[in-house]
């Protein structure tokens, strides 16, 4: 048997149940907030990710996959989605003059080593807002993920960080002091760390290694860099944050692994999934789209981990998200099948009901047996009896309750269950 690819991730129907779930709340909630949805390329050209993500990240440098096209361009699947997301609306004209605030979901790629958590194949949903300079819309940012929290029960469980970057000057000015401090002290640093001395040195700031941390201690602080407008739009957020009743921690070392930010970064995080405790990741990304040859245009967004959200969903939410399957309908005889079909339809023109017809014969207690396996609210059974008499019998499974049904009023009778039982949530 050939077997999946490292990283690659099957979703089967249990944890897909409680996947849809997730991520339908986690989009209704981005329309809640009037966030338009988009649908971009899994496959970009490797150029759009080196210039926008950054040549020296961990992303671009060794987490790519990159193959060459027929014709020879280097086109890579998307390892994130904002890169691509500022070219599709800056290529189609909507970054002109107006403003956009825009989400996608989808799978990312990145070749990363698999554990529980991080996955080679993962999916996020992104939101993306253009056009909006000052710290309303990151604290706007910021309460879509902590709606999102809330509506799935998630609230108690995650925690906001902040920090600020300043302005691209004041992040290069601070990068020149790191590294001036650290070149003399490389040899005591681990050594993912000296490799980030030469090509991204703010990530060393993310490490988790003792040593690297108390060399840290001394080092210059990015804050001392950050210049007066950008504490200015810091605190601003912060009092917004408050308002809004959203709580958070400073974290100074908080840096973000892509090159685009500036000024506000920030990360929910749990305690409940180990080492791969980030579910979302964002921040303010003035300068990005200039540089992939745009007008200069201030944009902020965030990245959530679906897998990982619905993780902790899962180990917060332990109880199994019900089954698809409503009415699981039996029948007894093969000439039924017609008039059992027309039935289902019946039901599931409402919209609200799932049927699953049963099919491949046997007596009815196999029948009842498959309905009780697939966690079927109610089976609906079509025998002789029943249709000699013109009847459907309803039978609760959960309870084993029977009942006859008028034929007319079947949909009426299980819709006015259903709304009691939320079936149809
Ligand atoms: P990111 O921090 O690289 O940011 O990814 C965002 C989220 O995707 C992470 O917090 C994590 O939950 C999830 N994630 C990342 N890598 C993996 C993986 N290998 N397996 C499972 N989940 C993963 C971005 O991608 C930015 N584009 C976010 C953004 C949007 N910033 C501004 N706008």
Not at 19 to 26: F, I
Not at 125 to 131: L, P, S
Not at 393 to 400: N, Y
Request: hydrophobic share 40%; charged share 25%; with cysteine.
């Amino acid at each position: 048997m050939v077997q999946a690819v490292r990283g690659m991730r099957d979703v089967l129907p249990a944890e897909a149940r409680r996947w849809r779930y997730v991520e339908d709340r986690l989009c209704m909630t981005l329309r809640q907030f009037a966030y338009e949805e988009v649908q971009l390329p899994l496959l970009e050209f490797t150029e759009l990710f080196a210039r926008g993500v950054g040549e020296s990240t961990d992303i671009v440098e060794k987490e790519m996959y990159t193959l060459a096209d027929r014709d020879g361009d280097s086109l890579s699947l998307r390892p994130e989605g904002t890169a691509g997301c500022v070219r599709a609306l800056q290529e189609n004209g909507l970054l002109y003059n107006q403003t956009q605030r825009v989400f996608y979901t989808g799978s990312m790629f990145r070749y990363e080593k698999p554990q529980r958590g991080r996955y080679r194949q993962f999916s996020q949903v992104g939101a993306e807002a253009f056009g909006f300079a000052g710290p309303d819309v990151d604290a706007e940012l910021i309460a879509i993920g902590a709606h999102c929290w809330q509506v799935l029960g998630l609230t108690n469980h995650v925690r906001l960080e902040i920090n600020t970057l300043g302005s691209s000057d004041a992040r290069a000015a601070y990068r020149t002091a790191l590294v001036e401090y650290l070149t003399p002290l490389a040899k005591q640093l681990d050594e993912d760390s000296q490799r980030r001395l030469l090509t991204n040195p703010l990530r060393i700031l993310d490490s988790k290694n003792n040593a690297t941390q108390a060399l840290l201690t001394q080092a210059p602080q990015l804050t001392d860099f950050v210049d007066e407008a950008g504490h200015v739009h810091f605190n601003t957020l912060r009092t917004l944050l408050d308002e809004l009743g959203v709580g958070y921690v400073v974290n100074p070392n908080l840096v973000r692994g892509l090159d685009y930010y500036a000024h506000t970064v920030f990360e929910w995080i749990t305690d409940d999934l180990g080492s791969q405790g980030t579910i979302c990741g964002g921040g303010r990304y003035d300068g990005l789209v200039q540089q992939l040859g745009g007008k200069a245009m201030p944009a902020a967004g965030f990245g959530m981990g679906v897998d990982r959200v619905v993780l902790l969903h899962e180990s917060v939410h332990r109880e199994p998200v019900k089954s698809a399957v409503d009415i699981y309908l039996c029948y007894t005889q093969s000439q039924y099948l017609a008039f059992a079909s027309e039935i289902a339809q019946q039901l599931r023109a409402t919209q609200k009901i799932a049927v699953r017809v049963h099919m491949g014969g046997g007596n009815l207690k196999k029948q009842l047996k498959r309905a009780d396996g697939c966690d079927a609210n109610w089976a609906l059974i079509i025998g002789q009896q029943e249709r000699e008499e013109d009847f459907i019998t309803l039978k609760h499974m959960a309870t084993g309750v029977q009942e006859r049904v008028d034929r007319n009023s079947l949909v009426q009778h299980v819709l006015v269950h259903s709304a009691d039982a939320d079936v149809t949530e």
